[in-house]
């Protein structure tokens, strides 16, 4: 993985009760419509693939534009300094954080605030021989005594040599692996509810979320290596139907008698046996002894 191009969001989890043992957990902008219960803010960076490099926790008041420049500082102290490329939304940009990032020698492409479209409003509907052109926004409304077709429209920012505008539109567009990721963990890895109400507790159970999602985006690169699609939850409902039994045998031997555990795997039905052939694995065959257990020894 290429751990120089790195994309950073933020999303919040809220709790259930009233986590009163959290000193990060605050009521904030909730990203769930859950305005009514304390949270915290949790920031994301992944590579380009989807795949988790780092998070960080904050409390639940905290605004993304803030949380910028500890997420860089924490990326630096893990992975070393370099001349890593940051892509943001508009909610991370500030001249502040710019200023860091050029400070650090960072590339970065970010969006810019909805209120600096104003000032290129022209540039919008021009092309550089002055012609008006079509552009895929939506059609005109009205803001004031102003039309403007600032809406649906993104204004990037960049100190990348790039020129290409459908380049460096795809870059950004990336962020929607860390969007997808944040998803994930919500949905299918269990990140919520949280009932933990102590700060060292929420913080345990978030890193095994982190850690559950590194480990889904591997098994999900490694199955779109195998040809296999995409779908780790497909992936995980198929093994599942794999059965194993653990058999208890007693035998005797001279004057003892010794209860050997046998552990045998069940014949996969052939779907599965299809899926476990193409990601090159083998179930064991035959029993294998789990446990050696002496009960008796006869006189």
Not at 84 to 90: E, K, N, T
Not at 153 to 167: G, H, I, Q, V
Request: a positive charge.
């Amino acid at each position: 993985m290429d751990f120089e191009f790195l994309l950073y969001d933020v999303t919040s989890t809220y709790f259930e009760g009233l986590a009163e043992g959290n000193e990060k957990a605050t009521r904030g902008y909730s990203r769930d419509h859950r305005g009514d219960c304390k949270q915290v803010c949790i920031g994301l960076v992944c590579t380009p693939e989807g795949l988790p490099l780092n998070f960080e926790v904050f409390a639940g008041n905290r605004t993304e534009v803030t949380t910028v420049g500890d997420m860089v500082r924490k990326m630096e102290e893990r992975f070393g300094k370099a001349e890593r490329v940051w892509v943001m939304d508009r909610g991370m940009v500030s001249e502040g954080n710019i200023s860091l990032l050029r400070e650090r020698k960072a590339l970065y492409r970010v969006g810019t605030p909805k209120s600096h479209l104003r000032a290129y409003e022209a540039e919008l509907v021009r092309d550089e021989k002055g012609r008006a052109i079509a552009l895929e926004l939506s059609c005109p409304v009205e803001e004031g005594e102003h039309p403007t077709l600032a809406k649906g429209a993104y204004l990037l920012r960049t100190n990348s040599t790039e020129t290409d505008p459908a380049k460096l539109w795809r870059w950004y567009m990336q962020l929607t692996q860390a969007e997808a990721a944040f998803r994930t963990a919500k949905s299918d890895i269990g990140l919520r509810p949280v009932y933990h109400q102590k700060t060292e507790r929420v913080e345990a159970h978030l890193l095994v979320c982190f850690l559950s999602l590194a480990l889904r985006r591997t098994l999900e690169m490694w199955m779109s290596g195998k040809g296999l699609g995409s779908s780790a939850r497909k992936l995980v409902e198929a093994v599942g139907t794999i059965r194993f039994m653990d058999l208890s045998v007693p035998v005797r031997r001279g004057n003892r008698t010794v209860k050997l555990k046998l552990r045998t795997v069940a014949k996969p039905d052939p779907d599965a046996a299809l899926l476990l052939a193409h990601l090159g694995l083998r179930l064991p065959k035959g029993s294998r002894l789990i446990e050696n257990v002496v009960e008796k020894t006869t006189p």
